[in-house]
């Protein structure tokens, strides 16, 4: 029988790993053979996505999968046993150990795993393991969101700048076509009445001229015929 601290000790184990198995998704490792350098780089990847790394008991993990109902695991628990979890990404647990475990195939095998309660196959978490990062899924999702709204700027911009200047270029010629059209007409009727005055003046003249000549010519006349002979 075990004494009362350690079994208080495998129960805080199993408390623990319970919570694990409660978060988003989770995947169960044969981690056999791996040496201590794979384990650092894998784990340091593992930190570096907010990914939960840990070997566990197989005893002690039947009666987290129990607690959670998830006792289709329990096939799974031979050999040597880790965890990875994650509490936020659904998909970066998956991803990361399907990396390792194309990375060392001789040591590194993926038993199975769960996924929002439920448990998932090999190949489910495989499967799982080729959805994009969540800062890819976010991004792809904006720009889903973004692209009619991007599209219709451009197409509104393009309409505003071509629409614009044909709307310019109209009015000027419009103008310019005006003006061309009335300054003949102006100049047409203005012209005569300027060279209409000097025409009638001169005119004027030329019939008042002969009136009065021949009446000096007749007193000059006169004047010689009375003039007394010397």
Do not use: C, W
Request: aromatic residues 4%; glycine residues 4%.
């Amino acid at each position: 029988m075990p004494n009362s601290k350690v079994l208080s000790e495998k129960q805080a184990v199993v408390e623990t790993l319970t919570e694990k198995l409660r978060g988003v998704s989770g995947v169960l490792i044969d981690y056999s053979g791996i040496t201590v350098a794979e384990d650092t780089e894998m784990r340091a990847k593992m930190r570096a996505e907010n990914v939960d790394y840990s070997v566990v008991k197989n005893t002690l993990m039947r009666f987290a999968i129990k607690n959670v109902g998830l006792d289709e695991l329990d096939p799974l628990l031979n050999g040597t046993t880790s965890l990875a979890v994650s509490a936020d990404d659904a998909v970066a647990p998956a991803r990361i150990i399907k990396e390792y475990a194309a990375k060392f195939t001789d040591h590194f095998t993926i038993k199975g795993g769960f996924y929002d309660g439920k448990a998932l196959t090999t190949a489910e978490v495989e499967q799982l393991a080729s959805i994009p990062a969540k800062p890819v899924l976010y991004a792809q999702l904006l720009g889903t969101m973004l692209a009619p709204i991007s599209s219709l700027a451009i197409v509104i911009k393009a309409i505003a700048e071509k629409g614009g200047e044909s709307v310019d270029v109209v009015k000027d010629v419009e103008v310019v076509e005006a003006v061309a059209e009335e300054a003949p007409a102006a100049e047409a009727v203005e012209a005569p009445a300027e060279e209409a005055a000097p025409v009638a003046e001169a005119e004027a003249v030329a019939e008042e001229v002969p009136a009065e000549v021949p009446a000096v010519e007749e007193t000059a006349a006169e004047e010689v015929a009375e003039t007394p002979a010397e």
